[in-house]
């Protein structure tokens, strides 16, 4: 089997950068099927700290292939701007293919994903990073996308562009907005056209001869499985599919060629913008997770919500993505508490519940069932195999593992490189 695909179990920022980066090691290809530069990936090398929105996290391994499938939605002046960032910093910009097929984000879309959140009362707000992702996707669906195979044609580009424009400022003017300027936003995006259309291609074919040649390959989900617009707390999601068959669609890969699904799993839970987290910590506690953990987003600096692990969710998770190996992250966050809180079952209106309720107002109203652990109270950060672990920590590792059903094939104590390995 080729290709082997890596998605988020919770509700994103589980490290699924770093997890790429490390398992890039020995892969010839990575392949982002979704998503746009709403996701925020995390890759630290040494000392340098670099976040990646749209290019794959492959990127740093010499010659290895990174896709842009034609499942994502691409901004395109983002996408040349974290290009001309990384290509002034030494790595080389020719590993990078555009799908043809990819949608295209703009001005537009940024501004009516602003204005349609601005609209929605508190308690109704999704709390979108405002990168015009539901926009576009449902521009996509609408049939009146515009995809990257454009780039490569300046006048249809244009007149596609201004046409679509003048659609959206007609909303914009009516709600009291000032209208888009057409002029200084085809400027714009003549720019960053005439710099990506050289890595426009069709990457559906590219896929599968890689696939042909038994060439190795990492799929790289974003967001995450909590926050699919099928499988997530509609409508608190985004607008793609995040959990491993999006990876079929996303990319043309057919499902027989799956290999080996692997679930990232941080070892509490954390979420940034609205919508139900039944272990969410409003006290001390989830504030020091959060300033243990590092917790604002990558992409929008927000501050995430914190909480104790929830396996209720894990095993949903890890059931419809069919995760053949976890990557547990960010263990080391854990180290210096005393006991350790994990979410076993949910009681909603006096009932328990083993099940994650895909009804999300049932979500809303389910209080978590605890079981309570010793913590381990010492420095996990130098562990370099699971025996190196403090027996607390096995015994956490054990148990999250039996609970969402899914083995442990990687532990992750440290946003670096090294700090990454492997239970076999
Ligand atoms: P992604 O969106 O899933 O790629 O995750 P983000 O990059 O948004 O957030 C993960 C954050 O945790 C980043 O700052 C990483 O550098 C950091 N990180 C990843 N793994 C670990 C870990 O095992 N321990 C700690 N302390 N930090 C980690
Ligand atoms: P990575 O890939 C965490 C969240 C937003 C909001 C909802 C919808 O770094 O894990 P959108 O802008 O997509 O329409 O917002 O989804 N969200 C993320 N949360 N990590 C991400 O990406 C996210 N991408 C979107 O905060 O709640
Ligand atoms: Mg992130």
């Known amino acids: 089997m080729a290709v082997d695909v890596l998605v988020g179990t919770q509700w994103g920022d589980e490290g699924k950068g770093k997890l790429i980066d490390v398992l890039t090691r020995d892969v010839d290809m990575v392949v982002r099927f979704q998503g746009g530069n709403n996701a925020g990936h995390t890759v630290e090398i040494g000392d340098n700290k670099y976040v990646l929105h749209l290019i794959p996290s492959g990127i740093f391994r010499k010659g290895v292939d990174c896709i842009i499938g034609n499942g994502v939605v691409v901004d395109p002046i983002g996408l040349m701007g974290e290009m001309t960032a990384l290509a002034e910093q030494g790595f080389d910009m020719s590993q ?206 927000r501050p995430r919500r914190c909480g104790w692990l929830d396996t209720v969710a894990g095993a949903f998770a890890c059931m419809i993505n069919g995760v053949d190996k976890l990557a547990v992250t960010k263990l080391d966050v854990l180290d210096g508490l005393d006991e350790i809180k994990l979410c076993v079952a949910y009681e909603i209106d006096g009932k328990r519940h083993d099940l994650y309720p895909s009804n999300t107002k049932l979500l809303a109203k389910a209080k978590p069932v605890y079981e309570t652990m010793p913590g381990w109270k010492c420095s996990t950060s130098n562990a370099k195999s699971l025996d190196d672990l403090p027996e607390n920590a096995r015994k956490y590792l054990a148990r999250v593992s039996e609970l969402v059903n899914a083995e442990i094939g990687v532990v992750s104590v440290g946003p670096r490189r090294d700090q990454t390995f492997e239970v076999k």
């Open 96 to 301: 990078i293919q555009l799908s043809s097929n990819a949608h295209l984000v703009f001005a537009y879309h940024k501004e009516f994903d602003a204005f349609s959140e601005s609209r929605l009362a508190e308690g109704k707000k999704i709390g979108t990073t405002k990168r015009g992702i539901g926009p576009t996707y449902a521009d996509k669906a609408y049939r009146s996308g515009i995809r990257a195979g454009e780039l490569c044609d300046l006048e249809s580009l244009e007149e596609m562009f201004r046409t679509q424009l003048a659609k959206y400022n007609e909303i914009f003017t009516a709600a009291g907005m000032d209208a888009l300027d057409p002029d200084e936003k085809w400027l714009e995006l003549e720019k960053a056209a005439k710099y990506l259309a050289p890595f426009v291609t069709d990457t559906v074919q590219s896929v599968n001869s890689a696939i042909k040649a038994g060439k190795k390959i990492l799929c790289e989900g974003a967001q995450a499985t909590l926050l699919d617009i099928d499988h997530g707390t509609y409508p608190f999601v985004t607008s793609s599919s995040t959990v491993s068959g999006g990876a079929c669609s996303g990319a043309g890969i057919a499902p027989r060629n799956i290999g080996t699904v692997w679930g990232v799993m941080k070892a509490y839970c954390t979420r940034v913008g609205e919508g139900p987290f039944p272990t969410e910590l409003n006290d001390a506690m989830g504030e020091m997770l959060r300033k243990d953990g590092g917790e604002y987003g990558a992409t929008t600096g």
